[in-house]
Nanobody, 124 residues
C-alpha cells in the first residue's frame, strides 16, 4: 500500500517560516521525482515545486521562487519543503506527490501518488 504522509503545517504570521515534510512508503522512493502542490479554497491545485530523483534538479512555481526550497533524503524516504517569508496568499492545503516519469512537469495529472495534505495558514 502506497502512503504519502505530509506533516509540518500550521498557523504562522506573515514573514515567518515553516518546513513541511512528506514521508513515503510502499514505493521505491528513490525512483520517483517528488512534487509539492497547494490548493486554496475555490482555486485550482497549483504547482509549487518539484525535485528530481537524485536531487540534481529542482523547479519552482513563479509565486514561490526565492522563498521556498525543496529537498529530499532518499535514505529516509522523505521530501521537504522549506518555506520562508510566508505571505497570506501562501495559505492553502499543501500536498506532496510522487511521479515515476522523468520529464519535469508541474501538471498534477502526471503524478502517480498523492498525500492527504497539510494545512498552512498565514495570517497578516
Amino acid at each position: 500500500q502506497v502512503q504519502l504522509v505530509e506533516s509540518g503545517g500550521g498557523l504562522v504570521q506573515a514573514g515567518e517560516s515553516l518546513r513541511l515534510s512528506c514521508t513515503v512508503s510502499g514505493i521505491t522512493f528513490s525512483t520517483y521525482a517528488m512534487g509539492w502542490f497547494r490548493q486554496a479554497p475555490g482555486k485550482e491545485r497549483e504547482f509549487v515545486s518539484r525535485i528530481s530523483r537524485g536531487s540534481l534538479h529542482a523547479t519552482y512555481g513563479d509565486s514561490v521562487k526565492g522563498r521556498f526550497t525543496i529537498s529530499r533524503d532518499n535514505a529516509k524516504n522523505t521530501v521537504y519543503l522549506q518555506m520562508s517569508s510566508l505571505k497570506p496568499e501562501d495559505t492553502a492545503v499543501y500536498y506532496c506527490a510522487a511521479d515515476l516519469g522523468i520529464q519535469t512537469t508541474g501538471d498534477p495529472k502526471k503524478y502517480d501518488y498523492w498525500g492527504q495534505g497539510t494545512q498552512v495558514t498565514v495570517s497578516s
